[in-house]
Structure formats: structure tokens, C-alpha cells
């Protein structure tokens, strides 16, 4: 099973608000979940990403959360900002191949 | 670098007609990706090719879909005879194969079938 599910497919958030985007996999191969970021009229970019051998990783505001054995990792924006609104995919990807399998995307608007 | 080149940016086409999207990867990039992007589907994968080479071409919808890849720097996704069903954005993106990593995207190609 490659299918990676993201939750919730939108969000509104206070400004100085914490946002949670929730993704679930099933294919238990998967060993690399990056999170990417887009911008209306931009392609996806990199936000940050994980492998399974650590439980948590943050940078600046953003930390993903991840627990193996729920094959299930989140998304966490700490003090959320109005220029954080954007659509943010999780997705997931295994080294035998390149590819990475997205999730179906969160709307993520933060309220001045 | 300039980053992932695509175009064009926009394209407005008539049902039938033939369509051709092209992308320009980062230099040294040996993994290019195309991936189609519409509301109801979310991001979808159409094809990813390695060294040139087509790895991966099941996520072509159908037969009228075509990608090639002639050298390292230059890759085209046709679409022929195009349908309003195609209408979506295209983004291509590229990344080096060594350890499972960042793909870096395009901008993208808005196409419009009517």
C-alpha cells in the first residue's frame, strides 16, 4: 500500500496559534517523510523532513513528530504566523526507489 | 543556479489539440519527476525518470500522455489529443539520486483545455 493520508484537508489558526497537520502511511518500507510547503502560484519546497530513527526534529518554529509503530507523523507550527498560510503536504519515500508518495494536502490559514 | 525551469507558465488549449510541457532540471541533477496537481486529486506522480532513463511511468493516466527525456538537462511531457479533464498544473521537479532527499520543484505549467 503506497497511500499516505493527511489530515485535516484545512485548518484556520489564530496568529500565535499552534497548527497540527496530521499523515498516517501504511507501507512500512517507507524511511524518509518530508514535509513540503506551497505557496499559491509556487511549486511545493522543502519545509523539513525525518527518518524514522529519531522520534522528533525541529527547526526553528516547525517540528515534526513522528511515532513508528502508528505509522503516524505530524506536523506541528508553534506561535503561527499570517505568513505561514500556505497548503503543506506531508509525503513518504523508501530507498529503493527516489520516489516520494504525497499526502492529499492541508490549507493551512493563519488569521492576523 | 536558476533553479527548475518549466514552460510555459501558462497554456490554454482547445479539446484535440496537442499539448507540450517542458522543464529544464538544476545541473547535476540525475532525477527528474513529473507530477500532476489538481483540486481533487491533490499531487499526483505522473512518471520519474533516473539518469535519463523512464523508472516509473505508472502514474501516466493514459495513452495520450507521453514524457521523454533526450539528454540530462531537457525533458517534455506531451499530452495528445488533449481533453478538459487534463486541465491542472504541471510541476516538474528534479533531485539527485544519491540518498533518498530533497526534490526541488518548478513553478509549474497552468493548463487550461476548453
Known sequence: QQQVKQSPQSLIVQKGGISIINCAYENTAFDYFPWYQQFPGKGPALLIAIRPDVSEKKEGRFTISFNKSAKQFSLHIMDSQPGDSATYFCAAGDNAGNMLTFGGGTRLMVKP | ?114
Not at chain 2, 545541473?27 to 506522480?45: A, I, K, V
Not at chain 2, 506531451?78 to 513553478?107: H, M, N, W
Open chain 2, 1 to 114: 543556479d536558476a533553479g527548475v525551469i518549466q514552460s510555459p507558465r501558462h497554456e490554454v488549449t482547445e479539446m484535440g489539440q496537442e499539448v507540450t510541457l517542458r522543464c529544464k532540471p538544476i545541473s547535476g541533477h540525475n532525477s527528474l519527476f513529473w507530477y500532476r496537481q489538481t483540486m481533487m486529486r491533490g499531487l499526483e506522480l505522473l512518471i520519474y525518470f533516473n539518469n535519463n532513463v523512464p523508472i516509473d511511468d505508472s502514474g501516466m493516466p493514459e495513452d495520450r500522455f507521453s514524457a521523454k527525456m533526450p539528454n540530462a538537462s531537457f525533458s517534455t511531457l506531451k499530452i495528445q489529443p488533449s481533453e478538459p479533464r487534463d486541465s491542472a498544473v504541471y510541476f516538474c521537479a528534479s533531485s539527485l539520486t544519491t540518498v533518498l532527499g530533497e526534490q526541488y520543484f518548478g513553478p509549474g505549467t497552468r493548463l487550461t483545455v476548453t
